[in-house]
């Protein structure tokens, strides 16, 4: 699967243009997909020197994107004036998404076994709903 993966917010707290914290299991998760076969786009605003910078950080920590905003890694986009930045990847990895930013561990669990979100949800649900029911009774001060 072609994922498609945000550095500055995603992979890194947001201090741009400086680079942030790693957010906990970051990097260690998109090992993990690379292992599993995905082919992993980086995916960023970042042109230039910041952008070989995050593509750097990256790399230090083992994390060898197959591609860098762009659809494959030999797609030439330096003669293209009507280049699009709109990946053709199968998922993306994003802190902009609907809800925000998953962790890492939940995004790893859905993509390696094709849990949806809904998965996921109903997992917390059925948890939650558990761990209500076997708490004692609330006591009241009147007796019926």
């Known amino acids: 699967m072609k994922i498609a993966v945000d550095f ?12 942030g914290e790693e957010i906990p299991f970051a990097t260690e998760t998109l090992r993990m997909l690379i292992r599993d076969g995905h082919q992993l786009i980086l995916w960023s605003v970042r042109e230039g020197a910041l952008l070989q910078e995050a593509i750097d950080w990256c790399k230090e920590r083992g994390v060898d994107f197959w591609a860098v905003n762009r659809d494959y890694p030999e797609e030439k986009v330096e003669n293209n004036n009507h280049y699009s930045r709109k ?29 949806s979100l809904n998965d996921i949800i ?13 708490m004692p009774k609330k006591k009241h001060w009147w007796q019926f």
């Open 8 to 19: 500055d917010g995603t992979i890194v707290t947001h201090r741009y243009p400086a680079i």
């Open 87 to 115: 990946l053709k990847a199968d998922m993306f990895i994003d802190d902009r998404n609907i809800g925000g930013l998953l962790e890492w561990g939940q995004i790893y669990h859905m993509i390696h076994d094709s849990y």
């Open 122 to 134: 109903q997992e917390r649900i059925n948890q939650q709903s558990f761990a209500t029911r076997n």
